[in-house]
């Protein structure tokens, strides 16, 4: 039984891309905002920190992006999102790993939408 729990954990470890790796497919959705950085990355902190999905909240933090801009992230890194000031604008990208039903993606790219 050990054994068939270990090999169940390993294969879904495997199914995770890193970060980087989600960055290099390109983004899920991508948009753009006239608000800074900071207030679009700290909105969509806060909607997704408040958002229910199934009943429940699940945890998301920021953290500065290397290169200048901020990454939102939720917990187990399923989906994070990027926020770049390009010009006058934000930047924003929004990555998720594979296999989340397309509901929960939907509710999170409102979220985004919402902040931008």
């Known amino acids: 039984m050990r054994i068939l729990i270990g090999a169940v ?8 891309a890193s970060m980087n790796e989600k960055r290099a497919d390109g983004p899920a959705y991508a948009a753009n905002s006239l608000k800074s950085v ?24 920021i953290q500065p992006l290397a290169g200048g801009g901020k990454t939102v992230i939720s917990a187990g890194e399923v989906e994070f999102a990027d926020f770049q000031a390009l010009h006058d604008k934000t930047n924003v990208n929004l990555y998720f790993q594979t296999g989340l039903m397309d ?12 902040c931008l």
């Open 38 to 61: 900071d207030q679009v990355a700290e909105c969509v902190l806060f909607s997704w920190q408040n958002q229910s999905l199934m009943g429940a909240h699940y945890a998301a933090a």
């Open 9 to 16: 954990g390993l294969a879904l470890l495997a199914g995770c």
């Open 103 to 114: 509901w929960r993606k939907s509710r999170r790219i409102e979220a985004v939408k919402s």
